[in-house]
């Protein structure tokens, strides 16, 4: 039992410390960006770029090409958030950051489909369906909670935590896709589930603290 508690420590401790090490690196990149005077909603905007690019390339079946787009996409994701929280938070930049995060994957997984579409076509039409509902139960419960950007974007969680983050499986999903193209379908579809699963849970909690806690709360 020891051993097995000091081999989990140990992948926990390197796992944290290569995201954290990745992280630095990221903070770095942000402060040679500023020094240019690119900003969050720019480095936003080259993540689009990269997305664009990234079609272009999974048209053409250059999957490694699109797979560095992709990278360089997940990036700037990064990127943007450091810098929003070093600068001013604005309404619009929490609003391009959600919209342009969502619209890369939608771009990626439409690029699969364009390589080939008699074989892709419907498997990445589902994981785009699972994918819109996702942002749609996301974002509608964030507006109805009346969640505050300003408190969410400067949260000082270290990367470290990134299991936890929004679409990291669609973005895995997307990663492993590119590395083994001939499995899009399968991927598509189990990943596609996974976010459907995962939404469905969502909007179970949802109901839970909205209706049935706040029913509790009324009679107390």
Same mark, same amino acid.
């Given at each position: 039992?020891?051993?097995?508690?000091?081999?989990?420590? %140990?992948?926990?401790?390197?796992? *944290?410390?290569?995201?954290?090490?990745? =992280? $630095?690196?990221?903070?770095?990149?942000?402060? /040679?960006? #500023?020094?240019?005077?690119?900003?969050?909603?720019?480095?936003?905007?080259?993540?689009?770029?990269?997305? +664009?690019?990234?079609?272009? %390339?999974? #048209?053409?079946?250059? =999957?490694?090409?699109?797979?560095?787009?992709?990278?360089?996409?997940? /990036?700037?994701? +990064?990127?943007?958030?450091?810098?929003?929280?070093?600068?001013?938070?604005?309404?619009?930049?929490?609003?391009? $950051?959600?919209?342009?995060? =969502?619209?890369?994957?939608?771009?990626?997984? %439409?690029?699969?489909?364009?390589?080939?579409?008699?074989?892709?076509? +419907? #498997?990445?039409? %589902?994981?785009?369906?699972?994918? *819109?509902?996702?942002?749609?139960?996301?974002?509608?419960?964030?507006?109805?909670?009346?969640?505050?950007?300003?408190?969410?974007?400067?949260?000082?969680?270290?990367? *470290?935590? /990134?299991?936890?983050?929004?679409?990291?499986?669609?973005?895995?999903?997307?990663?492993?896709? *590119?590395?083994?193209?001939? /499995?899009?379908?399968?991927?598509?579809?189990?990943?596609?589930?996974?976010?459907?699963?995962?939404?469905?849970?969502?909007?179970?909690?949802?109901? =839970?603290?909205? +209706?049935?806690?706040?029913?509790?709360?009324?009679?107390?």
């Amino acid at each position: 039992m020891k051993r097995k508690n000091i081999l989990r420590k %140990f992948k926990s401790i390197s796992v *944290c410390s290569a995201l954290n090490y990745f =992280y $630095d690196i990221s903070e770095k990149t942000v402060d /040679w960006l #500023a020094q240019y005077s690119i900003k969050a909603n720019a480095i936003t905007l080259g993540g689009l770029f990269f997305a +664009v690019l990234g079609v272009n %390339f999974l #048209a053409m079946e250059y =999957y490694f090409s699109a797979l560095v787009c992709l990278l360089l996409n997940r /990036w700037c994701d +990064v990127l943007d958030g450091i810098s929003a929280r070093r600068q001013e938070i604005t309404a619009f930049g929490a609003f391009f $950051d959600i919209a342009a995060d =969502y619209l890369s994957l939608g771009l990626f997984i %439409f690029g699969f489909a364009l390589a080939a579409p008699a074989d892709n076509a +419907v #498997a990445g039409s %589902f994981m785009l369906l699972a994918l *819109c509902f996702s942002a749609a139960v996301l974002l509608g419960l964030a507006i109805v909670s009346g969640q505050n950007y300003r408190k969410l974007n400067r949260s000082k969680l270290k990367i *470290c935590l /990134w299991g936890s983050i929004q679409n990291f499986d669609v973005s895995l999903a997307l990663v492993l896709m *590119c590395l083994v193209p001939a /499995w899009f379908m399968p991927l598509a579809l189990f990943f596609g589930l996974i976010s459907l699963v995962k939404s469905l849970l969502l909007v179970s909690s949802a109901y =839970y603290n909205l +209706v049935i806690a706040a029913r509790r709360t009324k009679r107390k």
